[in-house]
């Protein structure tokens, strides 16, 4: 199992980087309008690209490791909860 997870992730790292390769050779301008101040300038397509690929993935990867955190907390709080319940009171 481990060994195609790697499998997989080689091939997916491959992937992303020949896209890379290719999405750097569009040189195609584009306007980009921001909200703020009415600021227009152009771009490459390929660095537009790049920005909210990299925005996307890091927003995701804060959530994501919100969530597990998060979960951890929980579990660590539940195993306190079931050590302090598990203990046995002596008889009297």
């Known amino acids: 199992m481990k060994v195609k997870g790697l499998v ?3 091939f997916v ?9 290719v999405g750097a050779q569009n040189s195609h301008l584009v ?3 921001y909200l703020i ?5 152009q771009v490459k397509m ?3 690209l790049g920005i909210s690929f990299g925005l ?5 990867s ?3 490791l919100a969530y597990v955190f998060r979960l951890k907390w929980r579990i660590g709080s539940l195993e ?3 050590k302090k319940l598990s203990q046995v009171v002596p008889p009297k």
Request: proline share 0%; glycine share 6%.
């Open 80 to 82: 306190r909860k079931n």
């Open 62 to 64: 804060v959530l994501f």
């Open 31 to 33: 306007l980009v309008n």
């Open 56 to 60: 996307g993935f890091l927003v995701s």
């Open 46 to 48: 390929s660095y537009v």
């Open 8 to 10: 997989l992730l080689i």
């Open 13 to 21: 790292l491959l992937v992303l980087i020949i896209a890379g390769v």
């Open 37 to 41: 101040n009415d600021f227009s300038q």
